[in-house]
C-alpha cells in the first residue's frame, strides 16, 4: 500500500512569507501527526489530528497551524516566516492510538532566506 | 510534559562490535518505540514494544522495555556498515501523543 506521501519536498521562502504543507496518510489511517526536526532540538511535536479535529498541541507559537480534511489528508501553515524556522518538516499517520507505530514521510525541507 | 532521555548522542564504533543505547524516562508510555532515521528522510519504524519487561529482537537487534513501562533499551550485535544512522526512542503518551528522545547517532566504521 502506498505510504505517507509530503509535497512539496523542498521549499525555499522568504522571511516573512506564509507556506502551506501538505500530508497525504496511509489509506485507514485517521491520525495525522506532524513534527519539526532540526539538528539542536531533534524532533519536535507541532500538533496531532485525528478525525478532523485537533487531538493534541505542541509548544509552538500560533504562527504554526493545521488542519484535516475529510479523506484525512492534513496540511499545515507557518505565517510570516522566520529564519529559526527552517528545519524538515515530517508528518506522520497511524491509527486511532498510535500504540503500534507511525509511519513518517520523507518530509519537506523548508528553508527560510 | 513527558521527556525521553537517550544516551549517547554519538557513538562511533568499529565493524563487529556490539553496542547498547539507552532510553529513559520518569513518565510511564502505553508503548514505547525505536525508529531508525538516514539523513534526509522520514524516520521508519524497527518495533514497538508495549508489554513492561518485552523482549523483542529483529536480527541483530533486541530491544527491551523496562518492568515499570518508563525506559527501553536497543542493543546491536556484532554491528555492520548497514546498520549506520541516527536512532530514535518515542514513546506513546497520554492522550496518544508520541515524544521523542533526541537520538542516537551511531557510525559503525569498516
Known amino acids: 500500500k502506498a505510504g505517507v506521501t509530503q509535497t512539496p519536498r523542498y521549499l525555499i521562502k522568504t522571511r516573512g512569507q506564509q507556506v502551506t504543507l501538505s500530508c497525504s496518510p496511509i489509506?485507514?489511517?485517521?491520525?495525522v501527526s506532524w513534527y519539526q526536526q532540526t539538528p539542536g532540538q531533534g524532533l519536535q511535536f507541532l500538533f496531532e489530528y485525528f478525525s478532523e479535529t485537533q487531538r493534541n498541541k505542541g509548544n509552538f507559537p500560533g504562527r504554526f497551524s493545521g488542519r484535516q480534511f475529510s479523506n484525512s489528508r492534513s496540511e499545515m501553515n507557518v505565517s510570516t516566516l522566520e529564519l529559526g524556522d527552517s528545519a524538515l518538516y515530517l508528518c506522520?499517520?497511524?491509527?486511532?492510538?498510535?500504540?503500534?507505530?507511525?509511519?513518517f514521510g520523507s518530509g519537506t525541507r523548508l528553508t527560510v532566506v | 510534559t513527558q521527556l525521553l532521555e537517550q544516551s549517547p548522542q554519538f557513538l562511533s564504533i568499529q565493524e563487529g562490535e556490539n553496542l547498547t543505547v539507552y532510553c529513559n524516562s520518569s513518565?510511564?508510555?502505553?508503548?514505547l518505540q525505536w525508529y531508525r532515521q538516514e539523513p534526509g528522510e522520514g524516520p521508519v519504524l524497527l518495533v514497538t514494544v508495549v508489554t513492561g519487561g518485552e523482549v523483542k529482537k529483529l536480527k541483530r537487534l533486541t530491544f527491551q522495555f523496562g518492568d515499570a513501562r518508563k525506559d527501553s533499551s536497543l542493543h546491536i550485535t556484532a554491528a555492520q556498515t548497514g546498520d549506520t544512522g541516527l536512532y530514535l526512542c518515542a514513546g506513546v503518551g497520554s492522550n496518544y501523543k508520541l515524544t521523542f528522545g533526541k537520538g542516537t547517532l551511531l557510525t559503525v566504521n569498516p
Open positions: 506522520a499517520s497511524s491509527s486511532v492510538t498510535g500504540d503500534y507505530g507511525y509511519t
Open positions: 489509506s485507514g489511517h485517521r491520525s
Open positions: 513518565s510511564v508510555f502505553s508503548s
